[in-house]
């Protein structure tokens, strides 16, 4: 399993923006700067994290962009699901899943149970916690939500 490029360029992109938290508005062209993500990528981001309500823009002269909501608010749940749609390991878990082995598969029941656990980690996982320069140390089993 991996994200996609956008997935883990948007995650990137929110960091910076959340580094910028309580100064002025940053701008496309600071974050592709500063992350060394090209501009029309960055631009891309901005567009599609402001929709889903992520980022706060502004346009004209001064404009620019902020985080919507406080960092420690702001999960890599909310950012991979602003770019990738809800998480769902499996077509099935997909509500216009179409499946050929549908009607015999003996696991379709328990990937929603797969899909809440992998939601829940990367919801434990804010803007804060990746603002940090270093990883954290002593990271937490995974635990399934019943």
């Not at 990528?41 to 823009?57: E, P």
């Not at 502004?58 to 990738?84: K, M, Q, S, W």
Request: overall charge negative.
């Amino acid at each position: 399993m991996r994200l996609s490029s956008m997935a883990d360029y948007a995650v990137v992109a929110m960091r910076a923006a959340a580094l910028h938290c309580g100064g002025d508005r940053t701008n496309a062209s600071e974050i592709s700067e500063e992350t060394g993500l090209p501009l029309p990528t960055v631009q891309k981001l901005v567009s599609r994290l402001s929709s889903a309500g992520l980022l706060r823009s502004v346009r004209g002269a001064g404009g620019g962009f902020r985080l919507a909501r406080p960092a420690a608010a702001i999960t890599v749940a909310d950012i991979v699901e602003a770019i990738e749609g809800p998480i769902a390991l499996t077509q099935c878990c997909d509500e216009d899943g179409d499946c050929a082995i549908e009607l015999r598969c003996g696991t379709r029941a328990h990937w929603p149970q797969v899909n809440r656990a992998i939601r829940s980690a990367l919801s434990g996982i804010s803007l804060v916690d990746l603002a940090h320069e270093k990883a954290p140390q002593d990271i937490p089993d995974l635990e399934v939500p019943a």
